[in-house]
């Protein structure tokens, strides 16, 4: 069987992603790997094996077209409502809180939050399938 380890994101700046993905969701760098074109930081945190690898390519200066492919990460969290109001809080302009209901009964509640690059992220509130 095969076991998922991490998913990896271009970025422009390394201080400022690395800054953002601690403040944002306690991610601290398990590793750094710095080659002559191109550096890899791995993140992660005590709640999952999974990592996020962040790859900055040297002399780059022009920000990365995220094109219309990519989607979102996706964090569970133990409480959403305090994780939003923290986020808020710590000027990372969270977006609205949402109850997704299709058919009456609330199966996630979530918000959006953008990366200094852009990416989006998906913070749900754990439970069911999000744990």
């Known amino acids: 069987m095969a076991k998922m380890i991490h ?8 201080g400022r992603s690395v800054e953002f993905y601690k403040k944002a969701f306690g991610l601290e760098v398990a590793e750094r790997l710095d080659f002559e074109t191109f550096t890899l930081i791995y993140l992660s945190n005590s709640e999952t094996g999974f990592e996020l690898e ?5 002399g780059r200066e022009e920000a990365y077209d995220l094109g219309d492919g990519y989607g979102h990460l996706a964090f569970s969290v133990e ?13 990372l302009s969270p977006r609205k809180l949402v109850d997704f209901a299709p058919a009456g009964d609330v199966i ?16 749900l509130q754990r439970g069911g399938r999000y744990l």
């Open 7 to 14: 998913s990896m994101i271009r970025v422009l700046e390394e």
């Open 54 to 58: 962040l790859t900055v390519n040297k």
């Open 79 to 91: 409480d959403v409502d305090a994780e939003h109001r923290r986020l808020t809080d710590a000027g």
């Open 108 to 123: 996630a509640r979530f918000f959006f939050i953008q990366d200094p690059d852009g990416y989006e992220i998906e913070v």
